[in-house]
């Protein structure tokens, strides 16, 4: 009868041994996975957010990274600032520029003396309000020398720059940044028109070129140049300023490498020419701009620290909740791998085989975090007008993220299931 | 000879207040072929002579040999892969995969088996057909009879060829008419020359086998071939 074809035919132990194969693997955590749909993508839920997080994050980091490098790389890394002392009423302190402690006469010095010193520009500046017509913009102005255009890398682009005749004459000429220009005059020509600047008609001459943002996040076309002279006369009124006082200086040096030195040979020629006592403090302060960039650039760096740092916590959150769901499922199906133990699961097989549940559901959380978080990151580069670098790199860090996390929380649910004594959990009651 | 005990003692959380002596000083050998029904009165030890046999435990002390192997000298995947190779399950109360359809549950043991994917569902269906399933290997266990349930288990537990099948309370959960069914099934994969022990409490069913051994507190009362 039919009952000897079972006992007849080849046995399985005489086949060659296989372990269980990774499509078995893969098929069990797929049944389980579909088994509990709802569970499962609530489950996948934590590393959706957390891969989406990681990816947003990173791009968004690495692109303000880039960016700052740029920053850096525009400002040359050949520019010296000197802002007057920093002035001391009583016991309060005001900030660098607070006292003009720099002169026509030290600029001279310096250009005279220092032989480093290829530019050299002194500046003023304050706040004011600007009309043209029935428009207004409240902007700051900056009054300055021809040098400022090449240490601070501006270029006009529209009409030219101030003669030498309008820097020594103190005419009423001004350049505006393309932010006054569209808010002033809306795409027109400004060249040759006039404007009030506080109560003051100016002529404009030229419009600059765009710079766009600073590292600062500032807008840097929102400004208005005119001359050093101009300014005095006719806009510093109320600072009340001493006569032939400036309030910064800005030095470009040739090369690069002579920075240090300038930076020295200022430092001691100021002391000298304000008189200042050994040991005593400097009434000026010298800036290397590439100094402050690259302390803004260690600020960014925390900052990218900080949000990877949140990025990661949403990753343990979402991984705890693989964790807890998948000690439910092995207590739930405690009979199941009762029975799959008796007929001739192992440890192995069995820890395998909700390891695998647990990659699936962070593997399947990691590929829609991934699309998540692109998605997400091009909509901050579109709307939030945020730098980024999306790039491959990214996207394997993310799926090694999903991969560790499936690994490192589903482990101890999976051991645990291994470890079940196989008749304890046949005879599991529910 | 498919399993000798020798001296077998358990003894279970010895050293503590709730040290339980399970049974003690056991001998028996169990012949290819044979169809042995072990009896006793719940608490006799029987479970756990079933759990020894069925190699899902150790004794705490003589020797469990299983197709010569002693399985006090096997790791917990040592056991894995004897009871995959030399035991088939039929338990009281099935045991089945509600997710799977009945041919599902009999490839079960395939997979550990490493039987290519490929064969595995052409054996299970030959095994239902085998039981007298054949038709009902789509149905899932909740769409069929407990008799019918009983018999994919018995072809689960048959698919990788084992040479020792192991029912407890196989019939426990069944009407006699469906019980006498499953019964006649044995005889006829005894006939087949297929190994069989049944652990039951119910005399009735034990009439069936060949041999009787009866177990009380631990100790092997008598062993009769009626």
């Known amino acids: 009868m039919s009952k000897a074809q079972i006992v007849s035919g080849t046995w399985p132990q005489d086949r060659k041994r296989r372990r269980v194969g990774f499509l078995d693997i893969v098929e069990m955590a797929l049944f389980a996975v579909r088994g509990n749909w709802m569970r499962s993508v609530l489950t996948a839920l934590g590393v959706i957010i957390g891969i989406a997080a990681v990816i947003i994050m990173v791009s968004v980091g690495q692109g ?23 002035g001391r009423m009583g016991g309060v302190r005001g900030g660098a520029g607070s006292i003009s402690s720099l002169t026509d006469g030290d600029i001279a010095a310096i250009r005279n003396e220092i032989s480093e010193v290829q530019y050299i520009a002194g500046q003023i500046r304050g706040g004011t309000q600007v009309v043209n017509a029935d428009q207004n913009w409240n902007t700051q102005w900056i009054g300055m020398q021809a ?10 682009i529209q009409g030219s720059v101030f003669s030498d005749r309008d820097y020594s004459g103190g005419a009423k000429v001004v350049i505006i940044g393309t932010t006054i ?49 101009t300014a005095r006369r006719r806009l510093a009124g109320p600072m009340a300023l001493p006569p032939g006082a400036v309030q910064s200086v ?10 240090p030195v300038a930076e020295r040979q200022v430092n001691e020629l100021l002391r000298q020419r304000h008189k200042i006592a050994p040991g005593a403090e400097d009434d000026f302060t010298v800036r290397n701009l590439t100094e402050m960039v690259s302390a803004r650039n260690q600020t960014t760096r925390l900052m990218s620290l900080l949000l990877g740092a949140v990025a990661s916590i949403s990753l343990i959150v979402g991984g705890i909740g693989i964790m807890n769901i998948m000690l439910v499922s092995v207590t739930e199906r405690i009979r199941e791998i009762g029975l799959r133990m008796a007929v001739g699961a192992g440890p192995r097989e069995i820890k395998l085989q909700f390891l695998a549940e647990a990659l699936l559901i962070s593997l399947a959380g990691g590929a829609i975090g991934i699309a998540l978080g692109i998605g997400g990151t091009l909509l901050a580069a579109r709307f ?47 | 000879m498919v399993i000798e005990l020798q001296g077998v003692g358990k003894i279970y959380s010895p050293g503590t207040p709730a040290e339980v002596t399970a049974l003690h000083d056991l001998s028996m050998t169990i012949k290819q072929g044979e169809f042995v029904a072990i009896m006793g009165p719940s608490g006799s030890g029987k479970s756990t002579l079933m759990n020894l046999i069925g190699c899902l435990d150790v004794p705490t002390k003589g020797r469990c040999l299983i197709d010569g192997v002693d399985i006090a000298a096997l790791d917990a995947t040592g056991r894995a ?60 266990p909740s769409e069929l009879s407990g008799g019918q349930q009983q018999r994919v288990a018995i072809a689960r ?70």
């Open chain 2, 81 to 140: 892969r004897l009871r995959l190779e030399k035991l088939g399950f039929v338990f009281q109360g099935f045991h089945l995969l509600t997710r799977m359809t009945a041919v599902e549950n009999v490839m079960l043991p395939l997979v550990y088996a490493g039987v290519p994917r490929g064969e595995r569902r052409a054996m299970a269906e030959s095994a239902l057909r085998d039981v007298g399933l054949g038709e009902r290997g789509k149905h899932r």
């Open chain 1, 181 to 229: 220009r569209d808010k002033l005059f809306a795409g027109s020509d400004p060249t040759g028109q006039s404007i009030r600047v506080g109560r003051v008609p100016f002529t404009v001459v030229g419009v600059l070129k765009s710079k766009g943002q600073s590292g600062w996040g500032g807008d840097q076309d929102d400004v208005l140049l005119v001359p050093l002279e």
């Open chain 1, 384 to 430: 939030g007008a945020l730098p980024i670098d999306l790039n491959a790199e990214v996207i394997m860090l993310a799926t090694g993220f999903a991969v560790a996390t499936g690994l490192f929380f589903g482990y101890y649910p999976a051991s645990k299931a291994s470890r079940l004594d196989p008749i304890e959990a046949l005879r599991h009651q529910g």
């Open chain 1, 250 to 259: 800005s030095i470009g040096v040739a090369r690069a490498k002579d920075l």
């Open chain 1, 147 to 156: 040098d400022y255009f090449p240490t601070n890398g501006w270029e006009v």
């Open chain 2, 157 to 226: 537990a048959l698919i990788n060829r084992p040479p020792i099948l192991l029912a407890d309370e196989p019939t426990g959960a069944l009407d006699s008419k469906t019980g006498h069914d499953i019964l006649a099934l044995f005889k006829r994969l005894q006939m087949a020359g297929q190994t069989i022990i049944l652990i039951t409490h119910d005399p009735e069913v034990a009439k069936n086998a060949d041999r009787v051994i009866y177990i009380h507190d631990g100790a092997l009362v008598e062993d009769a071939h009626p």
């Open chain 1, 64 to 86: 303000t990274q880039a960016e700052l490098d740029r920053t850096i790389a525009n400002l040359g890394s050949n520019r010296i600032e000197v802002w007057g002392g920093s």
